[in-house]
């Protein structure tokens, strides 16, 4: 079974820096696309930063600047460094990945989502 895990969230003050982690475990053939998304109290999810397979980058335009996603496809895991944090990049992040896994057999391709962590930024 796939699994996301997230790590690294926490409680900085504006103008400082975190970076999130998100391992990826199971049976992984490849993995896709890869994404931070981010949730505000009483607001929708959104995308914050996505990365290919091929390496490409997209961002909201809210972060361009100061947030960076990464991958390391040896290890199943992907990065969110978030640098220069306002206090409205407060939210729960969660990871999202498009990956392929071996189900006996045959091939399995699913979208996952990490348990989410929260980043809190004072002002």
């Known amino acids: 079974q796939v699994q996301l895990v997230e790590s690294g969230g926490g409680l900085v003050q504006a103008g400082g820096s975190l970076r999130l982690s998100c391992a990826a475990s199971?049976?992984?053939?490849?993995?896709?696309?890869m994404g931070w998304y981010r949730q505000a109290p009483g607001k929708q999810r959104d995308l914050v930063a996505v990365i290919t397979s091929g390496e490409m980058t997209t961002y909201a335009d809210s972060v361009k600047g100061r947030f960076a996603i990464s991958r390391d496809n040896a290890k199943n895991t992907f990065f969110l460094h978030m640098n220069s944090l306002k206090p409205e990049d407060t939210a729960v992040y969660y990871c999202?990945?498009?990956?392929?896994?071996?189900?006996?057999?045959?091939?399995?391709?699913?979208?996952?989502w990490g348990q989410g962590t929260q980043v809190t930024v004072s002002s």
């Open positions: 199971g049976r992984i053939f490849s993995i896709n696309r």
């Open positions: 999202n990945a498009e990956i392929t896994s071996y189900v006996g057999r045959d091939y399995n391709a699913g979208n996952y």
